[in-house]
């Protein structure tokens, strides 16, 4: 299995500019993240998705927007570039939901490192 | 604002020496989780605590999960430079599914 996969790992965006991040699982999970992180901080929600077709905004969604048309696929698209975007994100998927009984785990990509200029 | 309030932020300390973190918040967790990240590369599962004053134990970490579920900490014993890195714990916040990250703790150990 190839778990969570993001790309690109790196990208460099002008103010202004669109793109979109890619993340695919092959877990058949239910329950998928993104998340982003700045330097030295934890992460912070952006969207969630609890199923194909169902989205839900996070705790900073503003300036974001996601799909979630496969049980796959959970893109994350960046309208209009912005210096305050620049950070790592991460796309994470789990099978059940966060009401873990079990040692049940978020599988996490290798993030993508975004910088904004 | 971080839903989940993690403290210290930071944490200097020698090898040998004992600490704690702590995860904090106003609300209630159905469960909460610990990580643990290195620089580069995504958060790893340390453990998962489901019941109310639950304590376990890995290795030279203990963690503890609070009697009304609305914090936790982390010890550790006898630090080693090993166990440098960024602390996390995740928990659920509020209803649905919004499964959210403190700010982190990071630790360094120095030999």
């Known amino acids: 299995n190839a778990g969570v996969t993001q790309t690109p790992k790196f990208r460099i965006l002008k103010i202004g500019q669109s793109m979109t991040l890619q993340c695919t699982q092959d877990m058949n999970h239910n329950y998928m993240y993104w998340y982003r992180q700045d330097p030295g901080m934890g992460l912070k929600l952006i969207y969630y998705?609890?199923?194909?077709?169902?989205?839900d905004k996070g705790e900073v969604p503003n300036g974001y927007n996601v799909s979630r048309s496969t049980t796959e696929d959970f893109p994350l698209r960046l309208e209009l570039a912005a210096p305050s975007q620049t950070s790592v994100y991460f796309c994470?998927?789990?099978?059940?939901?966060?009401?873990?009984?079990?040692?049940?785990?978020?599988?996490f990509g290798s993030g993508t490192q975004l910088s904004v200029l | 604002t971080q839903l989940l309030e993690q403290s210290p932020q930071f944490l200097s300390i020698q090898e040998g020496e004992n600490l704690t973190v702590y995860c904090n918040s106003s609300?209630?967790?159905?469960?909460l989780q610990w990580y643990r990240q290195e620089p580069g590369e995504g958060p790893v599962l340390l453990v998962t605590v489901v019941t109310g004053g639950e304590v376990k134990k890995l290795k030279r970490l203990t963690f503890q999960f609070g009697d009304a579920r609305k914090d936790s900490s982390l010890h550790i014993t006898a630090a080693q430079p090993g166990d440098t890195g960024l602390y996390l714990c995740?928990?659920?916040?509020?209803?649905?599914?919004?499964?959210?990250f403190g700010g982190g703790t990071r630790l360094m150990v120095k030999p």
């Open positions: 609300s209630v967790f159905s469960s």
């Open positions: 998705s609890v199923g194909a077709g169902i989205t």
């Open positions: 994470a998927s789990i099978q059940s939901g966060p009401r873990w009984r079990t040692n049940e785990k978020l599988f």
């Open positions: 995740a928990g659920e916040v509020g209803a649905g599914n919004m499964l959210t």
